[in-house]
């Protein structure tokens, strides 16, 4: 069962917008959570992390915003480039065992695309 | 550094056949993760591995499928045989120790099982 949600697989977005991704999470024991940017043919790579500590991380153009409450998160990009066009990931971690806990739960992608 | 290296990057194969996928994770980093791309399940874990050592192989999703990491530098992933409902893009990704939360991902295998 998928703990990590990204219930919108693609959003097509104009230059110079803002481009919103959302991330729904079940796991209350997750806390840390990060966001992935995969390009055609490479792996993903790490694109902005936010501590469950916190409610909002901002990074440049980016900018996660984190609602424990309702176990949401949701990736700002202001403005947003053709360059930006990609999937993004959203990703969960949380440290209740010494095993599990370590590994990161991946949503299954949001495809953005950003034309001019 | 050279980041992770995966090898084959694309791999065609027959049902029924073995198959072998590769990676060299990043020197120093303790930990090595494979994970498997498909549209319907996104990026699921399969197995990890910390200092070489199993730790949950629960996401390995049947006896077909075996994963081993003989030393720091290399670790295999290996279907046998294999299946169409297998074709994925196949990732190994590597971390530094219990502190570092950001993966390091190959690029990928891209597999298909005809």
């Known amino acids: 069962d998928q703990q990590v949600k990204q219930n919108s697989p693609s959003l097509s977005v104009q230059e110079g917008r803002i481009s919103i991704l959302n991330c729904d999470y079940t796991n209350s024991m997750f806390d840390y959570f990060l966001w992935y940017k995969k390009y055609p043919a490479e792996g993903p790579t790490f694109l902005i992390s936010i501590s469950s500590i916190k409610d909002k991380n901002e990074d440049g153009r980016f900018t996660v915003f984190l609602n424990k409450s309702a176990k949401h998160l949701s990736l700002h990009i202001v403005p947003s480039q053709p360059g930006d066009s990609a999937v993004y990931f959203c990703?969960?971690?949380?440290?209740?065992?010494?095993?599990?806990?370590?590994?990161?739960?991946f949503g299954k992608g949001t495809s953005l695309l950003v034309t001019p | 550094d050279a980041g992770v290296i995966q090898s084959p990057r694309h791999e065609v194969t027959e049902m029924g056949q073995e198959v072998t996928l590769r990676c060299k994770p990043i020197s120093g980093h303790d930990y090595l993760f494979w994970y498997r791309q498909t549209m319907m399940r996104g990026l699921e874990l399969l197995i990890y591995f910390n200092n070489n050592v199993p730790i949950d192989d629960s996401g390995m999703p049947e006896d077909r499928f075996s994963a081993k990491m003989p030393n720091a530098s290399f670790s295999t992933l290996k279907i046998q045989p294999s299946e169409p409902r297998d074709s994925a893009v196949y990732f190994c990704a590597s971390r530094r120790d219990r502190g570092g939360e950001k993966l390091f991902f190959g690029s990928g295998t891209q597999l298909s099982v005809l």
């Open positions: 990703a969960a971690s949380g440290v209740w065992d010494s095993n599990s806990g370590y590994a990161l739960n």
